[in-house]
């Protein structure tokens, strides 16, 4: 069996999200997640939709702001503090490419 070492690039990956909310009153779900989106490199760009601003990110950073944005959208109520009672996700669409 042959194994094939593969060299870890860094920085070789364009992420966009797009997520809805319903009852996020005063956006208080999106504006919680945006600092966390950006410390990777990924920017709001139009209405619910995240973009990596050049097409490379980190991708060891992307999952692990990722997984912070996961666990809001699973329960904002818990998460954020100024989500309203019925705060919840609608949808969540993550689109992750090479970059090459």
């Not at 593969?6 to 319903?22: A, E, H, M, P, T």
């Not at 097409?55 to 999952?63: G, N, R, S």
Request: aromatic share 8%.
């Amino acid at each position: 069996m042959t194994v094939k070492i593969v060299k870890k690039v860094l920085g070789n990956w364009r992420v966009i999200v797009r997520f809805s909310l319903d009852y996020d009153k005063n956006s208080a779900v999106r504006n919680y997640m945006a600092p966390i989106l950006e410390s990777c490199g990924i920017k709001r760009r139009r209405t619910g939709t995240w973009e990596s601003r050049t097409p490379h990110v980190d991708p060891h950073d992307a999952a692990t702001q990722l997984s912070k944005v996961f666990r809001t959208l699973a329960d904002p109520k818990s998460k954020v503090g100024a989500a309203g009672p019925h705060a919840e996700l609608d949808h969540i669409w993550i689109y992750i490419d090479r970059v090459r």
